[in-house]
């Protein structure tokens, strides 16, 4: 299958500051991308779907002042968590898609910690 | 909205033995996913069901889709500790939409 890359994999920052995380496909043109949350043995839950050159397309409850994502090339999107605080600490995970009927390819994940 | 359910949430078993996860979902799907996720990593892909009536087979797993009755069966022949995993399916429309994914399944291989 296709490989998407996350950096960083892990994070540790102080509450308040911003956080940014990137998501790279590396042998496709990823032309939507998606940013997953995950907390401790819980499902996955969407929290944004971009496409690139366009807004993302933020899921209800996901504040999209606070979780800035930009998809600004077909091989890189970026998640940005600012004024971050200990209840954003979670596992991030980004996924890719060339279009059409093409599956997900899902990227390490990043885990973040806000202290 | 697609809803996604899983079960049983978490499946302990002895090694050799054979069972069901089952992943029910709500109104229709074109595509059904399963994916094996270990602890502190990301999903790796298992299988992808695409038409009712796909059987797919990889090894001891063994994964089903019967759309009429938007049931999706993954099937564990003579489990291995090596298995041990949360398994989660994940449905949605075609063309590139959003995936929506079960509770998961946590499945734990004893010895």
């Known amino acids: 299958g296709a490989v998407v890359s996350q950096h960083p994999s892990w994070v540790i920052c102080k509450s308040g500051t911003s956080v940014k995380i990137e998501c790279r496909s590396l042998?496709?043109?990823?032309?939507?991308m998606f940013w997953y949350r995950q907390f401790p043995k819980q499902s996955l839950m969407l929290m944004a779907t971009?496409?690139?050159?366009?807004?993302?397309?933020?899921e209800q409850g996901v504040e999209k002042d606070k979780f800035l994502i930009n998809h600004a090339s077909l091989t890189l999107s970026t998640l940005t968590v600012t004024s971050a605080h200990p209840e954003d600490s979670s596992f991030y995970i980004c996924?890719?898609?060339?279009?059409?009927?093409?599956?997900?390819?899902f990227g390490p994940g990043t885990r973040l910690t806000v202290l | 909205e697609l809803k996604v359910e899983q079960n049983p949430l978490f499946l302990s078993m002895q090694e050799g033995k054979n069972y069901t996860i089952y992943c029910n979902y709500s109104?229709?799907?074109?595509?059904l996913y399963w994916y094996r996720q270990d602890p502190g990593k990301s999903l790796e892909s298992l299988f992808v069901?695409?038409?009712?009536?796909a059987v797919k087979q990889e090894g001891r797993l063994m994964a089903s889709l019967d759309t009429k009755a938007r049931l999706s069966t993954l099937h564990i022949t003579a489990a291995v500790h090596d298995l041990s995993a949360t398994y989660f399916c994940?449905?949605?429309?075609?063309?590139?939409?959003?995936?929506?994914f079960g509770t998961g399944t946590r499945l734990q291989v004893t010895l």
């Open positions: 996924s890719g898609t060339s279009g059409g009927y093409n599956e997900q390819f």
């Open positions: 042998d496709f043109q990823a032309t939507t």
């Open positions: 971009s496409n690139e050159g366009s807004k993302a397309t933020y």
């Open positions: 109104t229709t799907s074109d595509r």
């Open positions: 069901l695409l038409s009712n009536g």
């Open positions: 994940a449905g949605g429309p075609g063309t590139a939409s959003k995936l929506t």
